[in-house]
């Protein structure tokens, strides 16, 4: 005859989801161990038993991080009907390792259309069969929903099993067991963001998060629940998604005693937003935690199935592990596993500048199509603006009527180093491709500027002034004005073709074009497109050159008068280092490189008005004139990680005659030369 004592145990054991399997032999052991003495087993809702059986499940752990699989196809034939006959539940028993819960249709309120989850995953809402360990189901592919969930982190496991043998304390650790939340309602509260799962196809990921949550003093809880005493232990905080877009989000709690009853998700929402606005004094818009937490799942969605947001995370530095926050990111891989290891302890590139996780919206892994040495990204991590429009060339191209000169004819002896070898940088005699830089090599075998050449540069601002200026003259051709200046700019004369020097000469560095770290990104002060390092930069390092179509002023005026002053989004500009060396310079010969249409990545740095980080030298390589030149951005100090790149584009905000309207500086300096602020 069977003892109806074993049967109520059982009863109350797979009420909590634990399955008879799991009991028998912890209750064998308790019944012996208390000689038989139901009392004691019965005592608080079976207290003892829970314990012991919490107690060998910690000890059987050998993976505390283990991933789970939960098959939640409703439409599968279930292995496990947790809701019907007591004997078909006993399957269940092969959840001796961590895992988590899944919440059915009901336990909070169905997301609000603003949640941006399809109206169809909330109508296709089942009851969800846990399968723990079935790993296969993973593999089904469409149409056969799965999720891959990773238990509590190893830390809070820990925590959990010193809190499960000394707080003598009932634990429901999630995906222990197959687990229907409606029966365990509040002994593991979790939120659920989305009633149903959709199609789930390969590939689905998870997250973990550890999170320092508030557990509830029940005793107290039971008087008043706002009067809940809590206590901050380290409890787990998962997000659970699948590359369909469908994102869980789950809290689990261990509660020090079981609750009587199942609170209302609304209430339980309703009580942490009075407590978010009191201690948050949040104003603005009507603040709701659901929307919060269905954002929280948005963004996890869309983190976690960016591809482009991998190649992202990949260029950053890896000094910024240093900072505090851990992308906790999911990598599943090819078998729907997910490293633990990534999770746990993220790999630098994982981690990110200020402490914030970027989610790059708009992501272009280079912007150059293969043109430059290195891959240049454009990313915009706030928003989806359109990427720019433009063709990249690495080289400045003739638009049309420009004349360029480049001819060995045209390069004297004077002018180049035929009889050098090797590295001209280590000959003890400077060659004739110094001769412009004083007999002093420009660079240093760093293959930086030399610093003293790049102060000189900087301070020495020296200004020409033509007779008859082409600029003056594109603003009002009838009666221009007098000529503003020119700064006269330092020439660098680098090796080049004519030189006997070998390619890997130090005295060719802009030559060899861009060798740094940079990237396109969308700067947050409303400067649109800016340029900035993924590097730290030393003082004196070539950055790029300003590339262009090459165009006669009078193709450029040709260009200004077409288009719309404020539409045009970059500034051409006017290769105008020597040009007060001409007496006269006429329209068609002097020149400008146009960067709006074709053009490389200097099109995107941004102008500053003081202490730009960036300073523009006239290098000639390929022709020993000053009329055609490439201009060269050097650093001017040294350049963290994540900086934004500029350069003083020398505008005069005030001159209102210019034929493109200046824009509404947002440089941020001090010393803004944008005064008035208008436009
Ligand atoms: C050479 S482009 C730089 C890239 C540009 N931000 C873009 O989105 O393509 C010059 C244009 O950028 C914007 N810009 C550059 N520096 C700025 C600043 N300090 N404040 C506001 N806008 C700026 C202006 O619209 C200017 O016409």
Redesign the pocket.
């Known amino acids: 005859m069977r003892n109806p004592k074993v049967d109520k145990a059982f009863n109350a054991m797979k009420n909590l989801g634990i399955a008879r399997e799991t009991v028998k032999p912890v209750l064998k052991q308790l019944l012996k161990l208390y000689d038989r003495n139901w009392e004691f087993i019965e005592a608080e809702n079976y207290r003892a038993l829970l314990d012991a059986i919490f107690e060998q499940k910690e000890e059987k752990r050998v993976d505390v991080n283990r991933i789970q699989s939960i098959d939640c196809d409703g439409s599968e034939p279930p292995k496990k009907n947790l809701h019907g006959d007591p004997e078909e539940d006993e399957a269940s028993s092969t959840v001796d390792s961590g895992g988590i819960l899944v919440l059915n249709k009901g336990d909070i309120p169905p997301p609000t259309q603003s949640s941006g989850i399809p109206d169809t995953l909330n109508s296709s809402a089942k009851k969800k069969q846990v399968e723990p360990g079935s790993c296969s189901s993973l593999h089904k592919g469409k149409g056969q929903p799965s999720l891959v969930m990773i238990s509590a982190s190893e830390k809070i496991t820990s925590e959990r099993a010193s809190s499960s043998s000394c707080s003598k304390s009932p634990l429901v650790e999630s995906g222990s067991f197959p687990v229907d939340t409606e029966k365990i309602p509040v002994r593991s509260s979790a939120l659920k963001i989305h009633s149903a799962l959709p199609d789930l196809v390969e590939g689905s990921s998870a997250g973990n998060l550890s999170a320092k949550l508030p557990v509830c003093d029940q005793e107290n809880a039971k008087e008043s629940t706002s009067a809940c005493n809590f206590q901050r232990v380290e409890q787990k905080f998962d997000i659970i998604s699948s590359p369909s877009g469908d994102v869980k989000l789950c809290c689990v709690l261990t509660l020090e005693k079981a609750t009587s009853h199942t609170p209302d998700m609304d209430a339980v929402l309703k009580l942490v937003e009075e407590e978010i606005l009191r201690l948050h004094k949040i104003e603005g818009p009507p603040f709701s935690l659901k929307t919060i937490l269905e954002d929280v799942c948005k963004r996890f969605c869309e983190l976690a199935n960016d591809s482009a947001y991998q190649s992202l995370v990949k260029t950053t530095s890896a000094e910024m592990i240093s900072q505090d926050i851990v992308c906790t990111e999911p990598v599943a891989n090819n078998n729907h596993e997910v490293q633990d290891e990534k999770i746990s302890k993220p790999e630098p590139s994982q981690v990110f500048q200020n402490g914030r996780k970027r989610q790059p919206q708009l992501f272009i892994d280079d912007i150059t199509k293969g043109e430059e040495n290195v891959k240049i990204s454009l990313v915009d991590e706030r928003g989806n603006r359109e990427p720019?429009k433009f063709f990249y060339i690495p080289k400045n191209i003739i638009y049309q009527k420009a004349i360029v000169n480049i001819s060995l004819a045209r390069i004297s002896d004077e002018d180049c180093c035929p009889a050098c070898s090797g590295d001209c940088l280590s000959s003890p005699v400077p060659c004739a491709c110094a001769r412009v830089t004083n007999g002093e090599f420009a660079y240093t075998e760093d293959g930086l500027l030399d610093p003293q050449f790049l102060r000189s540069c900087i301070t020495e601002n020296k200004y020409v002034y033509c007779q008859d200026c082409p600029i003056e003259r594109a603003k009002n051709d009838r009666k221009p004005e007098k000529c503003k200046g020119h700064s006269v700019k330092k020439f660098i004369k680098e090796c080049w073709s004519k030189c006997g020097c070998t390619t890997r000469c130090g005295n060719r560095v802009v030559q060899r074009g861009i060798t740094r770290n940079l990237q396109v990104f969308w700067?947050p002060?409303?400067?649109?497109?800016?340029l900035r390092t993924l590097e730290d930069l030393p003082k004196g390092a070539f950055i790029c050159e300003y590339v262009g179509e090459v165009v006669t002023n009078t193709e450029l005026d040709e260009r200004n008068k077409q288009s719309r002053g404020d539409e045009?989004?970059?500034?051409p500009v006017h290769l105008d280092a020597d040009w007060g060396s001409e007496s006269i310079l006429d329209d068609d010969f002097a020149l400008c490189l146009d960067?709006t249409n074709y053009g490389n990545v200097a099109?995107?740095?941004?102008?500053?008005c003081n202490n730009a980080n960036l300073f523009e030298i006239p290098v000639q390589v390929e022709s020993a004139d000053h009329h055609y030149y490439h201009l060269a951005f050097f650093t001017t100090q040294e350049v963290k990680a994540f900086e934004e790149l500029t350069w003083d584009?020398g505008i005069d905000f005030d001159d209102e005659s210019h034929p493109i309207k200046a824009?509404?500086?947002?440089?941020g300096s001090e010393s803004c030369r944008n005064k008035t602020q208008k436009g």
């Open positions: 720019p700067t002060e409303g400067k649109g497109w800016g045009r989004h970059t500034y960067a099109r995107f740095i941004n102008h500053k584009y824009f509404r500086c947002r440089c």
